[in-house]
């Protein structure tokens, strides 16, 4: 089992920015990928950013430029910073941890992004 913590959200105005952490802790030794998604209201929840054991990153359409997610492996940790913050972006924003056939989730950071 992976234990996963989020912090780091808050409310900000537009054009702001914000740096999301993640820690992981418990069977962190074969996790492939890590994960942010996010949830905003009377929405599905969707993949933000992704990272791979090896470095590999992928990122949503939306968010291209905008975010950068990184690792420290010292600390299992992983960060999503994100710049030019825009009201669209407020959603509640998850961390996963993906290991063969299994996926673990962090409890949720809320991130609110004022006009």
Do not use: H
């Not at 912090?7 to 074969?30: E, K």
């Not at 010292?74 to 993906?98: F, G, I, R, W």
């Amino acid at each position: 089992q992976v234990q996963l913590v989020e912090s780091g959200g808050g409310l900000v105005q537009a054009g702001g920015s914000l740096r999301l952490s993640c820690a992981a802790s418990g069977s962190i030794f074969n996790i492939n990928t890590m994960g942010w998604y996010r949830q905003a209201p009377v929405s599905q929840r969707e993949l933000v950013a992704a990272i791979t054991r090896t470095g590999s990153t992928n990122y949503a359409d939306s968010v291209k430029g905008r975010f950068t997610i990184s690792r420290d492996s010292t600390k299992n940790t992983v960060y999503l910073q994100m710049n030019s913050l825009k009201p669209e972006d407020t959603a509640v924003y998850y961390c996963k941890a993906t290991r063969v056939g299994v996926s673990n989730w962090g409890q949720g950071t809320q991130v609110t992004v004022s006009s």
